[in-house]
């Protein structure tokens, strides 16, 4: 049974996410569908592209992956498959899969060209359907697209980097408020080079980036419940830099509530 994942910025409200599940199970009713998200903010490129990175590699090799944000054919964005890391991803070339090609180098990319194959009313995602469909039950990139070299970039917000400075932005807000950046462990890492470091935003500083949460316990000796409510930086399962804060409760307050950070925000981290 191929698994098909989507990721999307239909919501649960409308008949949109139903309507894709009965098309794709119309073309193929054996296969798996799994939704990663439907909550996606509108038309952001970048959370989409975060939300796919942390996600796809739970998904067994030759899962299929649907990302449908802003997925408007245009002279301008066109459609596109790639084969990356032995999984495959449909998605408009709006710049959502350049951040996954940025770690590892694609197996394959191809521009979408089936569109006058299809009907005069079908849709942006249903020719998304039908590609993910053919490459679920084993079919070959060649037949749906012509080969490319290259995809757009998301231009905006990445991290710049200086001798003793990088400066990255929160580009993600999960469930309990914590605020993701785009600064990679291996990124940091690479520009550290082993310095002592501290990290800034909303006037807040931090001199240490965890690997978890529970890790401030054991650095600060004070007791849990007075460490309770603090601002720390991790490194997060995706290995992106995180600011949240230690055991906070979202309905009372978060590191998006408290600390006033919000998409587009900088986080700076100068080295000594």
Same mark, same amino acid.
């Given at each position: 049974?191929?698994?098909? #994942? ?29 939704? &990663? ?32 944000? @802003? ?8 459609? &596109? @498959? ?5 999984? !495959? ?21 191809? @521009? ?17 359907? #039908? ?5 679920? *039950? ?12 290259? &995809? ?23 469930? !309990?408020?914590?605020?993701? #950046?785009?600064?990679?462990? *291996? ?5 550290? *080079? ?24 054991? #650095? ?6 007075? &460490? ?11 290995? !992106? ?5 230690? *055991? ?17 925000? !900088? ?6």
């Amino acid at each position: 049974m191929s698994i098909i #994942t989507l990721t999307t910025d239909y919501g649960l409200k409308d008949h949109f996410v139903g309507s894709l599940k009965g098309k794709i199970l119309s073309q193929y009713d054996e296969a798996k569908i799994v939704d &990663i998200s439907h909550n996606v903010d509108q038309f952001n490129c970048s959370e989409a592209s975060y939300i796919i990175g942390s996600a796809y590699n739970s998904f067994p090799k030759g899962s299929v992956h649907i990302i449908g944000v @802003a997925i408007e054919l245009t002279n301008d964005n066109q459609h &596109i @498959a790639i084969e990356w890391n032995d999984h !495959f991803f449909i998605a408009a070339d709006n710049g959502i899969l350049s951040m996954l090609i940025q770690k590892i180098k694609p197996q394959k990319i191809v @521009a979408i060209n089936i569109h006058d194959r299809l009907l005069d009313e079908a849709s942006d995602m249903d020719v998304f359907v #039908t590609v993910a469909v053919h490459l679920a *039950k084993g079919g070959s990139l060649n037949v749906i697209g012509k080969e490319i070299k290259e &995809i757009k970039e998301i231009n905006e917000l990445q991290p710049v980097i200086d001798v003793n400075s990088m400066k990255g932005y929160v580009v993600y807000i999960d469930h !309990f408020g914590n605020a993701v #950046t785009n600064i990679s462990k *291996k990124l940091f890492l690479d520009v550290a *080079k082993g310095r002592p470091y501290e990290v800034n935003f909303k006037n807040k500083r931090v001199k240490s980036i965890y690997a978890k949460y529970s890790d401030i316990e054991a #650095t600060e000796i004070k007791s849990s419940d007075s &460490i309770m409510g603090k601002s720390l930086a991790i490194f997060n399962e995706a290995d !992106f830099l995180e600011i949240g804060i230690y *055991k906070s409760n979202p309905m009372i307050g978060s590191a998006s509530s408290l600390l006033g950070l919000k998409y587009r925000d !900088f986080v700076m981290i100068n080295f000594r």
